[in-house]
């Protein structure tokens, strides 16, 4: 069965200074992985996938199949940027998403 | 358009009671998932309706049932209502289409129904 792990609860950072939150999952296949976050009192919401490779608000995830890990990267934390974050997976044709438990991101200044 | 929306916004049920959630996608989506978030953990699926049809099934009781309607907006029941069943109830719509997908849509996710069951 497929899983996804992210180990810390609460990662509390600096404003300005790099940030990564840890992602990893477990699937014998070709995993599709997002990241999605929920700002205070708003809803989910994608934040970014693997197959666009692409830079949202300046984070980064690189899919790493030797690892099965899919982390988050900023290298300059903003204030905005505290939130919930969610990894996730999905493993068939299908809507379905397998999440983490999330990680709050608090960034102090 | 508002996005997904989701009624009622709360709902204070007692043990053994029934319950109904609904949900409207983003207008022109086809696929409506559900999800179950219990406090400190992430969404867990429960059901993916596409075409009026399921497509999927998370690892839940028979006391767990869904339907879509032909406008695409679904409802989830859940019987006999249980303690553990108290959480954040989220609806997702895509526009993923299960002819021609291979991989998934992004998922729009309404605000969700908080159930609580004394």
């Known amino acids: 069965a497929q899983r996804v792990t992210q180990p810390e609860k609460l990662l509390s950072v600096f404003k300005g200074a790099p940030v990564e939150l840890k992602c990893n999952y477990s699937?014998?296949?070709?995993?599709?992985l997002f990241w999605y976050v929920q700002y205070s009192r708003q809803r989910l919401q994608l934040l970014l996938r693997h197959i666009s490779r692409e830079s949202i608000k300046g984070f980064t995830a690189d899919l790493n199949k030797g690892e099965t890990s899919f982390h988050l990267k900023k290298p300059f934390a903003q204030e905005e940027d505290s939130a919930m974050y969610y990894c996730?997976?999905?493993?068939?044709?299908?809507?379905?998403?397998?999440f983490g438990t999330g990680t709050r991101l608090q960034v102090t200044l | 358009d508002a996005g997904v929306t989701q009624s009622p916004t709360h709902l204070i049920k007692t043990r053994g009671q029934q319950v109904t959630l609904r949900c409207s996608p983003i207008?022109?989506?086809?696929?409506v998932s559900w999800y179950q978030q219990v406090l400190g953990q992430g969404p867990q699926f429960i059901f993916q309706?596409?075409?009026?049809?399921?497509?999927g099934r998370g690892n839940f009781p028979d006391r767990f049932s869904a339907r879509q309607f032909p406008n695409y907006s679904s409802e989830l029941n859940v019987n006999a209502l249980l303690l553990g069943d108290s959480a954040l109830y989220l609806c997702?719509?895509?526009?993923?289409?299960?002819?021609?997908?291979?991989?998934?849509?992004?998922?729009?996710f309404g605000p969700g129904t908080r159930l609580t069951v004394l």
């Open positions: 309706y596409y075409e009026k049809e399921e497509r």
């Open positions: 207008s022109g989506h086809k696929s």
């Open positions: 996730a997976l999905n493993t068939g044709t299908a809507s379905k998403l397998t």
């Open positions: 699937y014998s296949g070709s995993p599709e």
């Open positions: 997702a719509s895509s526009s993923w289409d299960f002819s021609t997908s291979i991989y998934t849509d992004t998922q729009y």
